[in-house]
């Protein structure tokens, strides 16, 4: 199993700032992901962090929105960037030890933007 | 694409069994998950089968997997207002890494 931390747990944001949010996994993992779930919502993936190189971004994605650094085996980070109120969202880390039978999710930071 | 379906609400009666219904697209789904989101909470794993199995307990969770209809189940015995979250069903193959999750079925408990 994999147990994972979130920083910070809750934030409220001007429009137009960003904020970058922390992941540290107990454990070194294969892949780790970043998922968005707004409000009243199911989670859609953001992107894949890879260590070492650039995150894979979905459909409706970009980096320049959403940069991820994944820097090792246990660590990655999301910021969002030039906020607006429908960046509004939870934030979820996830990661997927080796083996890969079950991923697991972070408690999710909550992001309020004004 | 893959798509993963749930109905949106449910509704049981404290001490009765709860059923969670949820259907997908992807015939090369691997593992099917169940996870439970609390409110103001993150998502909890709650039991996982592989594609190859029918049935999964595990204490008061029973997940029944019908591969030739793609439809999955998930059985909560003696509900409790515990059990009160929203209950996502997801999929993955095992040739991606990424889950494809349904829109979540919000379970709420009436004494």
């Not at chain 1, 996994?25 to 992107?47: C, E, H, K, N």
């Not at chain 2, 089968?49 to 204490?59: A, C, L, R, T, V």
Request: net charge neutral; with cysteine.
């Amino acid at each position: 199993s994999a147990v994972i931390s979130q920083k910070p747990s809750r934030d409220i944001c001007q429009r137009g700032t960003s904020l970058t949010i922390q992941c540290q996994v107990d454990s070194q993992v294969t892949m780790m992901f970043w998922y968005r779930q707004q409000p009243g919502q199911s989670l859609t993936l953001i992107a894949t962090a890879n260590q070492g190189s650039e995150a894979t971004y979905e459909s409706g994605f970009v980096i320049d929105k959403f940069p991820i650094s994944r820097p090792n085996l246990t660590f990655s980070t999301l910021t969002v960037s030039n906020m607006s109120p429908e960046d509004s969202s939870i934030y979820l880390c996830s990661a997927l030890p080796g083996g890969g039978e079950t991923q697991y999710f972070g408690p999710g930071t909550r992001l309020l933007v004004l | 694409g893959e798509d993963v379906e749930q109905s949106l609400f449910l509704s049981v009666r404290e001490g009765d069994s709860s059923v969670i219904n949820c259907t997908y697209t992807d015939s090369s789904s691997t593992y099917l998950y169940w996870y439970k989101q609390e409110p103001g909470a993150g998502l909890q794993l709650l039991t996982y089968i592989f594609s190859n199995m029918d049935m999964k307990q595990d204490q008061r969770l029973t997940v029944l997997l019908n591969k030739k209809d793609k439809h999955l189940s998930l059985r909560i015995a003696d509900t409790q207002t515990g059990d009160s979250a929203i209950y996502f069903c997801a999929e993955r193959s095992s040739s991606a890494s990424k889950i494809i999750f349904g829109s979540g079925t919000r379970l709420s408990i009436r004494p």
